[in-house]
């Protein structure tokens, strides 16, 4: 019932807004936006309120808009713009209110018009558009020698027992490096990718790797083990430079005897 209601409270949102003045149009995003195919009962709510410009700042400081659909139990200004709020009947959002000048320079993903008022054109409103950082990365060597020095400086920074430093570097900075040139070696399924976060449905993109992130990601009390994995897999796909494998493959080993 969850998807119904997150659609319901959308379509009461834009009417809300259609019974006030100086309002342009409600888009949704994401899950309740065009990807109504992966909507379930775990999405939230997503979406762009646009405004005449004058009329912006009254939107955001005064939440009576939403308040008229369902009372809120709780509002977070996250931003200049926006809030992250949770209606009392459990449904979370998130959401940006931007003036009718802005939304021609906004950076969003493609997304779907609920609401607009008739007295506008806005051609590119639900378009994909902005500054989209580029999340997929095409220098292999760049990326695949970055990860190979984090693994080695994380090593060396846990044998120091500095264990959260070398978490970091292990696991988030090697992994992510690692993973930004991914689609170069793996198959991959074209399903809904999020512009913005390559971690989204990352599991359904690669399905191959779904075997490797439990050993790449294996966590604080097993840093030299996510090491090993990491390295396992670099070495399959790049020629790895001898002198610094060797000097990785012995620092997991010192690690490794430390953490046992």
Do not use: C
């Not at 998807?3 to 949704?28: F, H, Y």
């Not at 940006?96 to 493609?110: D, L, P, R």
């Not at 609920?114 to 409103?125: E, I, R």
């Not at 090593?155 to 689609?183: C, D, V």
């Amino acid at each position: 019932m969850k998807k119904e209601t997150l659609l319901m409270r959308l379509d009461e949102i834009g009417e809300s807004l259609s019974n006030r003045e100086n309002t342009i149009a409600l888009l949704a995003l994401g899950s309740v936006g065009v990807e109504l195919d992966r909507l379930d009962d775990y999405s939230d709510l997503d979406f762009f309120v646009i405004v005449e410009d004058e009329a912006k700042e009254s939107f955001i400081d005064d939440l009576s808009w939403l308040e008229e659909t369902k009372s809120l139990a709780y509002a977070f200004k996250n931003s200049d713009v926006g809030y992250k709020i949770l209606f009392e009947d459990g449904i979370y959002g998130e959401y940006a209110v931007f003036g009718k000048s802005e939304i021609n320079h906004v950076t969003q993903a493609e997304g779907r018009v609920v609401w607009m008022n008739p007295s506008y054109t806005l051609p590119t409103l639900s378009k994909a558009k902005g500054n989209i950082p580029q999340i997929k990365k095409e220098n292999i060597e760049f990326r695949i020698n970055e990860a190979l020095t984090n693994l080695y400086v994380g090593l060396l920074r846990a044998l120091r027992g500095e264990k959260l430093s070398a978490y970091r570097f292990i696991e988030t900075h090697a992994f992510n490096n690692l993973m930004g040139i991914i689609h170069h070696f793996e198959k991959e399924n074209k399903i809904h990718e999020d512009l913005f976060n390559i971690e989204r449905r990352f599991e359904v993109h690669y399905p191959h790797m779904n075997k490797h992130l439990s050993e790449m990601l294996s966590g604080y009390n097993h840093i030299a083990e996510s090491a090993q994995a990491i390295l396992d897999y670099i070495s399959n796909i790049y020629d790895v430079n001898f002198a610094l494998k060797k000097e990785i493959e012995a620092l997991i080993i010192q690690l490794d005897k430390k953490e046992s």
